[in-house]
């Protein structure tokens, strides 16, 4: 029906290794696969077995869910994008008392992060680049903040006005391109 790479992790992984809930719906266990590192997995490939026919109103969904939180919807595949690399932005566990500790009673059973998937109407779901979108959102706010914080060093008050120098985008812009072609690693961090 489905496999699932993780991406300089593991091999691939056939349906066999989740938990089959029911008829349209699989739990994977991160504890089974990494322990308590789930958090550490921050890619997903996954994709339809050519032998699986999967109707083309519907959608094979991915959903994560932390330690105590809700499930979270991140991505899906269809029989028209048969595969999909997802990014898995982990919630925080829930729970928590505000330290990042969860809090357990004695007789509490020990919570567990997972992967769900599940087959959907295509047409119930969110875009399928939900995590692409918020990615480039990010991507905007990081740069955006970064613009900001040079204009600031150089700005000055008239009145209720900020002033800065006429040239101030070009040299930022110019300071930005230099730093990206000599760290590559600078632009990866705007990503995040």
Sequence with gaps: MFGVVFPNRSFPIDISTFAQIDTFHWILDMNTFVGEAYDQVRELCIFLLNSFTLPPDKALAVYIQSPG????????????RPSAVLSLPWPDPGGSDGTGQLQLTADAQPLTAKIGVSVEDLASLPSLDVVAEKR?????????????????????????????????????????????????????????
């Design 69 to 80: 939180s809700p499930f979270l919807y991140v991505g899906a595949v269809t029989i028209a």
């Design 136 to 192: 480039i959102e990010r991507l905007a706010m990081k740069v955006g903040e970064n613009l900001f914080n040079f204009m600031q060093s150089f700005c000055g008050v008239d009145g209720s006005k900020l002033v800065v120098p006429m040239d101030i985008l070009d040299r930022w812009f110019k300071k930005f391109q230099e730093r990206a072609k000599r760290d590559p690693e600078y632009l990866k961090g705007f990503a995040l």
